[in-house]
């Protein structure tokens, strides 16, 4: 940066709860843990009670929004989203017990209600939960596939094996013992080839997770992982936070941002320590700390506010 903010009138009282110094970072995901780093607290109990004080929207209120929305107004889009995050929660509660917790659940949902508001045409006479349902559900059952396994499996697979899992579990709980493929196959109108095709390769996948027989403490990743390879995974995430950290930076003020940018080697900025900052701020080392420590708390509300969790982020 080309401009070094000047220092503010006011001083910061110190926090002395938050005593232990963030080291110099070079990464985006470094700041993200920084701002999440918190003692443990129930944090699915706190969401819960957060998002149960909003009150229900009406039909009315929900059109009206929604058509704000439409025009690019960024409050109503969050008071659409977050007057909805209920619904999230009911719909995530029915995939318990499926290898993602609760708030992993959420999370997911919440990501498909941001999606179907983003698609979501108030013209068209549907209420918006109707719509976002759909989202919300194709989120959390892709999550759930790609996160339970190590191998994952392309999104097209996902979705019609999702509709081959819905059918067998409709049949079953309507007295159809053990439903096969020619069963499933009959009640999605599918060829039983491309049923039973998808449900074996849901049986049958391996996990690179299982530990081998030849070694129990290596498991089969382990022992075929190209530790200098770039996975599409890890670089479309890197891209989301980078995404991520622009915007949040944008909601701080010039200094807030100069120094945790500076800090954290943002933005092709060298990482540095409080002391180099306090060298070119002209302030002391306990200021820069106080104003680095202030920037935290503001993003972690902003984080807050969003619903976005450590495990989205990494």
């Not at 999370?107 to 006479?125: C, S, V, W």
């Not at 096969?180 to 996948?205: F, K, S």
């Not at 940018?261 to 092709?268: I, K, T």
Request: hydrophobic share 40%; glycine share 4%.
């Amino acid at each position: 940066m080309s401009r070094k903010p000047s220092d503010e009138s006011d001083e910061l009282t110190p926090d002395e709860t938050e005593t232990e110094q963030v080291a110099p970072a070079d990464t985006s995901d470094e700041l993200a843990s920084a701002i999440l780093h918190e003692p443990q607290v129930d944090v699915t109990q706190l969401y819960l009670n957060e998002i149960g004080k909003a009150p229900l929207l009406t039909a009315a209120e929900e059109v009206a929004l929604a058509r704000l929305t439409v025009q690019g107004d960024f409050e109503a889009r969050q008071t659409m989203i977050e007057r909805n995050l209920r619904l999230v929660v009911n719909i995530a509660k029915h995939y318990a017990n499926r290898g993602l917790t609760l708030l992993d659940l959420v999370e997911e949902g919440n990501l498909g209600l941001i999606h179907a508001l983003e698609k979501f045409d108030p013209e068209r006479g549907f209420r918006f939960s109707t719509y976002a349902t759909w989202w919300i559900r194709q989120n959390i059952e892709r999550a759930i596939m790609n996160q339970s396994r190590t191998i994952r499996l392309p999104v097209h697979i996902i979705k019609e094996l999702n509709i081959y899992l819905r059918a067998k579990r409709h049949l079953e709980t309507h007295g159809v013992t053990d439903a096969g493929a020619d069963d499933i196959a009959a009640l999605t109108d599918h060829p039983v080839a491309d049923v039973r095709r998808i449900m074996q390769l849901n049986e049958r996948i391996a996990s690179l997770d299982a530990p081998l027989d030849v070694d129990p403490s290596l498991s089969l990743g382990e022992a075929i992982a190209d530790d200098n390879a770039h996975l599409p995974d890890d670089m479309l995430q890197l891209e989301e936070i980078e995404h991520h950290v622009h915007e949040w930076l944008t909601q701080l003020n010039d200094k807030q941002r100069w120094v945790i940018e500076r800090r954290f080697g943002l933005n092709n900025c060298e990482a540095c320590t409080l002391e180099d900052l306090a060298l070119e701020l002209q302030v002391t080392r306990e200021r820069v700390r106080q104003i680095q420590m202030e920037s935290l708390r503001v993003l972690r509300q902003l984080l807050r506010r969003r619903g976005v969790s450590k495990d989205e982020l990494f």
